[in-house]
T-cell receptor, first 112, second 113 residues
């Protein structure tokens, strides 16, 4: 399984952009990068995913390096409600079950 | 987005009893569902992959006879913790995949006394 490494914690000022890095150096060519977040005692919430190209949706942007060995999740204007644990996940390929293995995640604290 | 519902959200049971947790995909059909366990201040650990109409696939180190998984229909998977013990107390979360995305239930907190 492609493993991911993330910093254990980060702080961000409210209203500023939060940039959350993730390393996935062993990712294979057809494995997707997904980002989820988990607010305390709730199920994880989908944020965004991508394969090679940068992606943007109403929640965030995902920047994937050209060699695909790392990515950055960007929350453009962080709010207090964005305080959560953010997980970067590499989804396994269809022939190995399309499974999602969670790493340790980054605990993001948005500061007023 | 798609909705996945779990029931019960909280359950307390005595040691030695069995507990069943249900996971339903409310607005889509899921041939595959996943069960995770999460201990306090830790990440989610994949326990098993539940396949509709066939046996579940368990991750290494997860006891299949203790954690019984049934996926009898395209919208329902159940996890039964048999002969529960205090060390089984945890947050159990199910998920189902719809069009590439994985949607998670609200989780079920099990406390074994």
């Amino acid at each position: 399984d492609a493993k991911t490494t993330q910093p254990p914690s980060m702080d961000c000022a409210e209203g500023r952009a939060a940039n959350l890095p993730c390393n996935h150096s062993t990712i294979s060519g057809n494995e997707y990068v997904y980002w989820y977040r988990q607010i305390h005692s709730q199920g994880p919430q989908y944020i965004i995913h991508g394969l090679k190209n940068n992606e943007t949706n109403e929640m965030a942007s995902l920047i994937i390096t050209e060699d695909r060995k790392s990515s950055t999740l960007i929350l453009p204007h962080a709010t207090l409600r964005d305080t959560a644990v953010y997980y970067c996940i590499v989804r396994t390929t269809p022939n190995t079950g399309n499974q999602f293995y969670f790493g340790t995640g980054t605990s993001l604290t948005v500061i007023p | 987005g798609a909705v996945v519902s779990q029931h019960p959200s909280r359950v307390i049971c005595k040691s030695g009893t069995s507990v069943k947790i249900e996971c339903r995909s409310l607005d889509f059909q899921a041939t595959t569902m996943f069960w995770y366990r999460q201990f306090p201040k830790q990440s989610l650990m994949l326990m098993a992959t539940s396949n509709e109409g066939s046996k579940a696939t368990y991750e290494q180190g997860v006891e299949k006879d203790k954690f019984l998984i049934n996926h009898a229909s395209l919208t329902l998977s159940t996890l039964t913790v048999t002969s529960a013990h205090p060390e089984d107390s945890s947050f159990y979360i199910c998920s189902a995949r719809s069009v590439g995305e994985l949607f998670f239930g609200e989780g079920s907190r099990l406390t074994v006394l």
